[in-house]
């Protein structure tokens, strides 16, 4: 019959919610009782499994939310270096051939500069090829921090000519609006 009651005790004795002196009871038998002792073991041992259990759980879901914003981020900023890869291999191609053209049929200061851009362009082509094969054989973790730098060097480059672009667009705007017409 009493250990009856310190089984039916030792919840609250392992979650330290009862009185001193239900406390001291229950040790006391659980001295004396190895019946109840391997009871209590076992209880106790289940009860930190299920906190522990808990835990990892809430930790999961904290890491779930932390990967999936980073996968979304990085899907993003991978689209980006997409459109990227595309636009320098564009670039450099048109670029490179326009100056090369522009150099043999008139010569001069301004094709050999653009065929210049049409060259780097060709380096940050290929900085971009690099990246992806390095993406597609180990992930993200594959990339260099060069490669990466470079890449991110790039996309701010286009990031600049757009701005600059759209400046002087509405600037050449604003002019043809006030000056009546013409250019
Ligand atoms: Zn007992």
Not at 102 to 111: A, R, S
Request: aromatic share 10%; charged share 25%; hydrophobic share 40%.
């Amino acid at each position: 019959m009493k250990c009856k009651i310190i089984c039916d005790l030792l919840p609250m004795y392992i979650d330290e919610v009862c009185s001193d002196e239900t406390k001291e009871v229950v040790e006391e038998h659980l001295k004396t009782c190895s019946e109840c002792r391997r009871e209590y073991e076992q209880m106790k041992a289940e009860i930190s499994l299920n906190e522990a259990e808990d835990l990892d759980e809430k930790e999961l879901m904290k890491k779930g939310k932390e990967t999936m914003m980073e996968y979304v981020k990085d899907k993003v900023y991978r689209k980006w270096i997409l459109g990227d890869t595309i636009l320098n291999l564009l670039l450099s191609v048109y670029l490179f051939a326009y100056g090369m053209k522009g150099m043999i049929e008139e010569g001069g200061v301004t094709f050999e500069g653009i065929n210049i851009g049409g060259t780097y362009c060709g380096i940050l082509f290929a900085v971009n090829l690099i990246y992806w094969v390095q993406y597609l054989r180990k992930g993200d973790l594959g990339i260099s921090n060069s490669v990466d730098a470079i890449c991110k060097w790039s996309l701010g480059l286009k990031f600049v000519f757009v701005i600059c672009a759209v400046t002087v667009a509405v600037a050449i705007g604003f002019y043809v609006m006030f000056s009546g017409g013409s250019v």
